[in-house]
C-alpha cells in the first residue's frame, strides 16, 4: 500500500498554490464520481486493489472519510482545488513527492480533471460506508489454507494388508492412483535407532539394541514407542524446535551483545511442558499470556519468555523507542511464523505483495504486543533460596560497610539528581543527557528506579542502581574525581561481594504496560512516522476476531488455538510430520500463503488437523500415531524406479535419510563414547572450542565463554551457550540457525569444513580417545568381537562382513604405523597409568574410533 500518510506529514505545513492545467473537454460538464474519477485514483493514483480497500487516511468508498483525511487534516478540500492535498501530491508540489510514487505520472490533462471535480464541488455518490474497527472485516480469501480443514473420508485402498492407521490409507490410495508400491519395512536395528533418534534425539545404547531384537512379541515396537515417548529426554528433543521458532540465545545480540543469565530458564520451563505432555492449546496460550491468565503462576508467566528471545539493541547512539519498535515487529512476525504459517511481517511497510494481509492487519497484530512490557521475575532454585536467607544478613553487613567506608550513598544520591534533572531538563548539561540515555539502554529498568523513593526501592533495584553509579561515576564527574574518591578500589571490591555472595535466579517474562502506548500505522514502518491509530485486532481475512469486549494477548492466543483459525493445527501437523519425514506435507513450513505450494497430501494434512483438535491437541499421540503408521516404517533405501516420478519423495513411497541435527550430531558422538551427561536441564555450559573464537565476539569477547569443567563439558548440545555475535562453530557448521530470526526448517548442507569439524575438533579427538579405552575395557574378546562391539556403540548394529574386515586391514596399517613410531602412541593416547589398558593398543584403538566417528552413517537417520 502506498505510504499517503508519508507524504501528507510532509506536505503537512505546505501553502504552495498549484499551478494551472489545462481542462480535458469533459471538465466542461458536470464530472461523475464513478466514470471520471474512481478508475483514475483507483489505476493511477495509488497501489491498492479496488476501491473499497483503505489508503493510509484516504477512503474511496463514501465521501465523509475522503474529505474527513488522514494524518494532517482533510485530503480533499471541496470548492478549492489549489488547498487540496491531493492536488499537491498529484502535482509533485516537492521533489521526490509525487503520487503514484512508481510508473508514470498523470497528464495535465488528467490533472486538470481532477481539479475540476474538486472545484465543482465533489460530486460523490451517496454509498453506506463499511462500519469502521472490529466488525471492518474483508470477506474470506478462498485459498485452501485459510478455509477451516475439513475432516475426510477415509480412502480404500486394494492392499488392505498394507494399511497400520488412517495416515496409510491416504499414502497408499496416492500411490495406488500413480502405481506405486511402498517399501518394505525398515529392519529392527534400523528401526530402534530411527525411533530413539527421532523423539529423544540420542541413539539406543547396546543393551537397548540388544533387548529390542531379542523381543518377538508383536507389541514390541509399539511398547517402545510408549517408553520413549515417556523418556524425559524427550522434551529435549522436541525443545529444539522451539527453540529454534524462538530465535533462542544467551545473549542479545547486536554491538554489545551482553549475556542473558536467565535466558535457559524459558528452555527449561519448554522441555519440561513438552514433557508432560501438555496440550497444545495450552502450551501456547501460556506463551503468548501467561502472565494474563487468572491467579497466573510464576511457572505460567516464565513461558512469555517464549517473546523474550527478542535481539536487544544496547549501543549508545540507538533511539530506544526504535528498538523498543523492533522488538514488537519481531514479536508480531515470529507470531505469525509460528502459529499463522505466514510470513506477516512483509505487511509492516505495505500491504502485503501476495497474501491478503493489509498493512493495517499487520500493525492491529502489532498493537497485541504494542501494550507489553520486560519484566524480569526473581525464581530461586530448590537450592537457591535456603542458602541465600542464611548469608543475607552477612552481606548487607558487608555491603553496608563498603558503602560507608567509600561513602558510596552520598555520591550515588547526588548523582541521581543530577541524573533527573537531566531528564527533566533535556540540553541543559549533555554528559549528564548521555548519561541518562545511556542508563536505559545498559541497565534494564533503571531510570524507573531512580524516580522512586530509596524507601520503596527493593533489595535487586538498589543494587542494580549502584552498578550503574559505579559503571557512569568517570563518565559523570571526570577521571580526576574518579581517582580522587579510589571509585576504581571500590568497583573492584564491589564486583567481588556481588560475586561471593550471588543473588536469586530468576525468570524473564511479559507483563502488561500500565502505561499503555497508543498504536498507529507506522508509515513505511518508520517508528518516526506514526499514522492512523489501530486497535488489536486478528487478520481480516481469517474471519471473525475473538468475541471478547477488548481484545487483549489472552483473547489472541485463545483465538489461535480455536476452530475460528483455519491455520494453527494444519500448520503444526505439518511441522510434526517435517521433524520425522524431512519435508512437511506443504514444503513450505513457515508460509502456508498463496505462494506456497499445494500439499502433496491435502487430505490427509486436513485429517491430521482435525484429529490434532478432537484429541485434545494431544502432541504426544500425534507422535505415537505417526511413528507406528506404516508409511514411517518403511525402509529409506533408494529405489531406481522412483527416481523418475518422484525424486523428493513427496509420494512418501520410502522413508527419507536425514543428516542429523548440529546438535544431534555432537549428542550422538559423545554418546557412543560414553561421556555424555544426560543430566535433564539446567543453565547453559561452554564445552571446548577452537582458540580465538571468542576473541571474535562483540561485547565482551572472551570472558563470555569461561570452559565449561567436570561433565557439564559433555552436555547435550541444546544447552551449549549460544553468542549471536560467535556462536558455537560446530553448531554453525552443521547449519544451526543464527538465532536472528524464527527457523522452521533447518538446512542440510554437506561441505568439506564438516568433515575436517569431525576429524579434528578438539571434543570429537576426545571422543575417539575415551570410545577406544570403552571398547578395550566392556569387550575383552577377539579383535572380531572388539570391532562388532564398536559397531554396535556407534551404529547400533553389526557390521557386514567386507565393513569387519575393512576395519581390520585398517587396524593392522596402525598398528604397523604405530611400532615403527612409537612416539605417537603419547599423542594419540596420552593416559600412562589406566589399570589393564596398554597404551599402545588404545592407540590403535583411538585410530579405529575416529574412523567409525567419521562415518556418514553415524551422523544420519536412515
Known amino acids: 500500500m502506498l505510504s499517503l500518510l508519508w507524504i501528507l506529514a510532509q506536505l503537512q505545513h505546505s501553502a504552495q498554490q498549484v499551478p494551472a492545467a489545462s481542462l480535458p473537454p469533459s471538465a466542461k460538464t458536470q464530472i461523475v464520481f464513478e466514470r471520471d474519477i474512481e478508475p483514475l485514483l483507483r489505476e493511477r493514483c495509488h497501489s491498492c486493489h479496488g476501491a473499497e480497500r483503505q489508503l493510509g487516511g484516504l477512503r474511496l468508498d463514501n465521501r465523509a472519510s475522503a474529505l474527513a483525511g488522514g494524518y494532517s487534516g482533510p485530503v480533499i478540500t471541496p470548492g478549492s482545488s489549489a488547498e487540496s492535498k491531493l492536488i499537491h501530491l498529484v502535482a509533485g508540489l516537492r521533489e521526490g513527492l509525487v503520487m503514484p510514487m512508481s510508473g508514470e505520472r498523470l497528464t495535465p490533462q488528467q490533472l486538470g480533471l481532477l481539479r475540476a471535480w474538486i472545484d465543482q464541488g465533489v460530486s460523490w455518490p451517496n454509498r453506506a460506508p463499511r462500519p469502521e474497527g472490529r466488525g471492518s472485516r474483508t470477506s474470506k480469501s478462498s485459498h485452501w489454507a485459510f478455509l477451516p480443514p475439513r475432516r475426510p473420508a477415509i480412502p480404500e485402498t486394494k492392499n488392505t494388508a498394507w494399511v497400520r492407521s488412517p495416515i496409510d490409507a491416504f499414502v497408499l490410495a496416492r500411490l495406488e492412483r500413480e502405481g506405486i508400491q511402498p517399501s518394505p519395512e525398515a529392519d529392527s536395528a534400523t528401526s530402534i535407532r530411527r525411533l530413539r533418534l527421532d523423539l529423544t534425539g540420542l541413539p539406543p545404547t547396546p543393551a537397548e539394541v540388544v533387548e529390542f531384537l531379542a523381543d518377538k512379541r508383536p507389541d514390541a515396537y509399539q511398547r517402545l514407542v510408549d517408553r520413549l515417548l515417556a523418556s524425559p529426554h524427550y522434551g529435549e528433543k522436541w525443545a529444539r524446535q522451539w527453540l529454534d521458532l524462538a530465535h533462542y540465545a544467551d545473549s542479545d545480540g547486536y554491538e554489545k551483545d551482553n549475556l542473558r543469565p536467565h535466558a535457559w530458564k524459558w528452555r527449561q520451563w519448554t522441555i519440561e511442558a513438552l514433557n508432560r505432555n501438555m496440550p497444545f492449546d495450552q502450551f501456547t496460550i501460556e506463551q503468548i499470556a501467561g502472565d494474563s491468565l487468572p491467579n497466573a503462576t510464576v511457572e505460567q508467566k516464565a513461558a512469555t519468555g517464549f517473546f523474550r528471545n527478542t535481539l536487544t539493541n544496547r549501543e549508545g547512539g540507538v533511539d530506544k523507542e526504535e528498538y523498543r519498535v523492533e522488538q514488537v515487529v519481531d514479536r508480531t512476525a515470529t507470531l505469525g511464523a509460528v502459529w499463522l504459517g505466514l510470513t506477516v511481517g512483509c505487511a509492516r511497510c505495505h500491504d502485503h505483495k501476495y497474501d491478503p494481509i493489509t498493512q493495517r492487519d499487520f500493525y492491529q497484530l502489532f498493537a497485541f504486543f504494542n501494550t507489553a512490557i520486560e519484566r524480569n521475575i526473581e525464581d530461586p532454585l530448590p537450592d537457591e533460596l535456603g542458602v541465600f536467607l542464611q548469608r543475607r544478613m552477612e552481606y548487607d553487613s558487608k555491603k553496608k560497610a563498603l558503602l560507608a567506608e567509600f561513602k558510596v550513598r552520598e555520591?550515588?544520591?547526588?548523582?541521581?539528581?543530577?541524573?533527573?534533572?537531566?531528564?527533566?531538563?533535556?540540553?541543559?548539561?549533555?554528559?549528564?543527557?548521555?548519561?541518562?540515555?545511556?542508563?536505559?539502554?545498559?541497565?534494564?529498568?533503571?531510570?524507573?528506579?531512580?524516580?522512586?523513593?530509596?524507601?520503596?526501592?527493593?533489595?535487586?533495584?538498589?543494587?542494580?542502581?549502584?552498578?550503574?553509579?559505579?559503571?557512569?561515576?568517570?563518565?559523570?564527574?571526570?577521571?580526576?574525581?574518579?581517582?580522587?574518591?579510589?571509585?576504581?578500589?571500590?568497583?573492584?571490591?564491589?564486583?567481588?561481594?556481588?560475586?561471593?555472595?550471588?543473588?536469586?535466579?530468576?525468570?524473564?517474562?511479559?507483563?502488561?504496560?500500565?502505561?499503555?502506548?497508543?498504536?498507529?500505522?507506522?508509515?513505511?514502518?518508520?517508528?518516526?512516522?506514526?499514522?492512523?491509530?489501530?486497535?488489536p485486532n486478528t487478520p481480516a481475512f481469517l474471519g471473525p476476531p475473538p468475541d471478547d469486549p477488548k481484545l487483549t494477548r489472552l483473547s489472541l492466543a485463545r483465538w489461535l488455538v480455536s476452530k475460528d483459525n483455519p491455520l494453527t493445527a494444519r500448520i503444526w501437523v505439518n511441522r510434526h510430520w517435517q521433524e520425522l519425514f524431512g519435508s512437511g506435507l506443504v514444503v513450505t513450513s513457515a508460509d502456508f500463503g498463496?505462494?506456497?505450494?499445494?500439499?502433496?497430501?491435502?487430505?490427509?494434512?486436513?485429517?491430521?488437523?482435525?484429529?490434532?483438535?478432537?484429541?485434545?491437541?494431544?502432541?504426544?499421540?500425534?507422535?505415537?500415531?505417526?511413528?507406528?503408521?506404516?508409511?514411517?516404517?518403511?525402509?529409506?533405501?533408494?529405489?531406481?524406479?522412483?527416481?523418475?516420478?518422484?525424486?523428493?519423495?513427496?509420494?512418501?513411497?520410502?522413508?527419507?535419510?536425514?543428516?542429523?541435527?548440529?546438535?544431534?550430531?555432537?549428542?550422538?558422538?559423545l554418546a557412543a563414547s560414553g561421556l555424555l551427561n544426560r543430566n535433564i536441564g539446567g543453565r547453559s555450559v561452554c564445552p571446548p572450542q577452537p582458540p580465538g573464537v571468542s576473541d571474535l565476539a562483540f561485547g565482551f569477547g572472551p570472558a563470555k565463554w569461561t570452559e565449561s569443567t567436570g561433565s557439564d563439558r559433555y552436555r547435550r548440545g541444546l544447552y551449549i551457550r549460544f553468542l549471536r555475535t560467535a556462536p558455537y562453530p560446530q553448531l554453525v557448521t552443521f547449519d544451526a540457525p543464527d538465532s536472528m530470526v524464527s527457523c522452521s526448517r533447518r538446512d542440510r548442507s554437506t561441505t568439506p569444513l564438516q568433515a575436517l569439524n569431525l576429524m579434528n575438533d578438539p571434543v570429537f579427538f576426545e571422543a575417539a580417545q575415551v570410545l577406544a579405552a570403552r571398547i578395550l575395557r566392556e569387550e575383552r574378546g577377539s579383535l572380531a568381537r572388539r570391532i562388532d562391539y564398536a559397531f554396535l556403540l556407534c551404529l547400533a548394529r553389526e557390521p557386514r562382513p567386507p565393513e569387519r574386515d575393512e576395519v581390520m586391514r585398517h587396524y593392522r596399517r596402525l598398528t604397523e604405523i604405530l611400532q615403527n613410531s612409537p612416539e605417537l602412541v603419547e599423542t594419540l593416547f596420552p593416559a600412562k597409568d589406566l589399570q589393564d589398558i596398554d597404551p599402545a593398543e588404545a592407540a590403535v584403538w583411538v585410530g579405529v574410533s575416529r574412523l567409525l566417528l567419521n562415518l556418514e552413517e553415524l551422523i544420519t537417520r536412515s
Not at 550515588?412 to 533535556?426: N, R, T, V, Y
Not at 499421540?621 to 525424486?647: F, G
Open 411 to 535: 555520591l550515588q544520591e547526588g548523582w541521581e539528581k543530577l541524573a533527573l534533572e537531566a531528564a527533566a531538563h533535556p540540553g541543559v548539561d549533555p554528559v549528564m543527557d548521555a548519561v541518562w540515555k545511556n542508563l536505559g539502554l545498559l541497565f534494564d529498568g533503571c531510570q524507573e528506579t531512580m524516580t522512586l523513593n530509596p524507601s520503596q526501592r527493593t533489595r535487586k533495584q538498589q543494587d542494580v542502581l549502584t552498578d550503574a553509579f559505579v559503571f557512569f561515576f568517570r563518565q559523570s564527574f571526570g577521571k580526576q574525581k574518579h581517582e580522587a574518591r579510589r571509585m576504581g578500589d571500590f568497583s573492584a571490591r564491589w564486583t567481588k561481594l556481588r560475586e561471593e555472595y550471588p543473588g536469586l535466579t530468576e525468570v524473564q517474562t511479559l507483563a502488561e504496560n500500565p502505561d499503555p502506548p497508543r498504536t498507529h500505522i507506522l508509515i513505511r514502518g518508520d517508528f518516526r512516522q506514526p499514522g492512523l491509530e489501530v486497535q
Open 594 to 669: 498463496m505462494r506456497t505450494e499445494s500439499p502433496s497430501h491435502p487430505d490427509l494434512l486436513d485429517w491430521l488437523a482435525t484429529e490434532f483438535i478432537d484429541t485434545g491437541w494431544n502432541m504426544k499421540k500425534i507422535h505415537k500415531m505417526i511413528v507406528e503408521s506404516a508409511t514411517y516404517r518403511q525402509s529409506s533405501t533408494a529405489r531406481a524406479d522412483l527416481r523418475p516420478p518422484d525424486p523428493y519423495n513427496r509420494l512418501l513411497a520410502r522413508q527419507s535419510r536425514l543428516r542429523l541435527s548440529a546438535e544431534s550430531i555432537r549428542d550422538v558422538v
